[in-house]
């Protein structure tokens, strides 16, 4: 098994900037997995956010977040962070860690084979 533990959610005003980090564990867990973040607001379905490659470090972002967002991985560490800079009402969902059990990451939630509990990000206008 692998277990996923976020931090670093909270509330920001609109223009500015947090980082989430997400840490995995776990006796199977194997640092060539690709890595991911998604997102749900309420009422809506879990979208796709940004995901990192494992061994190459390519990185993919939703078109919504591209050139605001940052994702990057710490293999030594076994985590992947989620740089947001200027942040957006829209943005404000619960964010989730995830991991998919291959070394090329995708889009869809439905690809990844672990999550973590997600952490809350609010942004106010």
């Known amino acids: 098994q692998v277990q996923l533990m976020e931090s670093g959610g909270g509330l920001v005003q609109a223009g500015g900037s947090l980082r989430l980090s997400c840490a995995a564990s776990?006796?199977?867990?194997?640092?060539?997995?690709?890595m991911g973040w998604f997102r749900q607001a309420p009422g809506k379905e879990r979208d796709f956010v940004a995901a990192i490659n494992g061994l190459s470090g390519v990185t993919h972002y939703a078109d919504s977040v591209m050139g605001r967002f940052t994702i990057s991985r710490d293999g030594a560490k076994s985590t992947v962070d989620l740089q947001m800079s200027s942040l957006k009402p829209e943005d404000t969902a619960v964010y989730y860690c995830a991991v998919k059990k291959a070394v090329v990451a995708s889009r869809s939630p439905a690809g990844y084979d672990y999550w973590g509990q997600g952490t809350q990000v609010t942004v106010s206008s």
């Open positions: 776990g006796r199977t867990f194997n640092n060539v997995y690709a």
